[in-house]
């Protein structure tokens, strides 16, 4: 069995922002497998399906950015699942839109959310699957921007994105981080060079995990959700 989360914060006020790319994804695979109507459950909206003959749930936390890992918490316990079975979807701004990168462990890198996952679940062992949302233009506040939705120009390059997270994720339940992190971490734009050369790993950066000095999700907890 797998868990795949997907971070975001839950009303009509937060649909289609930059920070619930992590909802987008899973609204996606639930689109593709055809699941039903989610559960209410650990807190969270669950369904469950089957991916690559694998059982998959997909847990979609309600609590709000901040407090994911009560949600995470509840459900590992509750399917008594190793580490190695979660994946956690979320939002970065370190990357361009669209941009992918899987890690099998590190920091939060500044996503409160998957901070607190990582509180709660007390260690840093836990998969995760960035999706990047763009970086604020100069003298923007991040947690406004992060808030916001995308342009015009960028909708259809986050569409295309978040269905290649889903593919993503389908490689991850399959085969595994390393084949994913080997698969997806590339540039998209470069893919096809890539795929005709060695199809090697392509030895990006880790900015995402220690450059981030946003705190966005405090945004939320301001206003009137947490």
Known sequence: ????VGLGNPGR?????RHNVGFDVLACLARRYGVGRPKAKFN???AETSIKNEKTILLSPLTFMNLSGQSVRAAVDFYK?????ILVICDDINLEVARLRFKPSGSAGGQNGLKDI???LGTQSIGRLRVGVGRPPPNW???DFVLGKFSTDEQSEIELGIARAADAVEVWVENGVEKAMNQFNADPKM???SDQKSGSSSGVSDE???GQTRGPDDAVRRTNDT
Do not use: F
């Open 1 to 4: 069995m797998k868990l795949v």
């Open 13 to 17: 006020k937060y649909e289609g922002t």
């Open 44 to 46: 969270a909206e669950v």
């Open 81 to 85: 699942l190793p580490l190695t079975d």
């Open 118 to 120: 990582i509180q709660r």
């Open 141 to 143: 506040d991040a947690a």
């Open 191 to 193: 893919e096809t060079k």
């Open 208 to 210: 995402s995990e220690t």
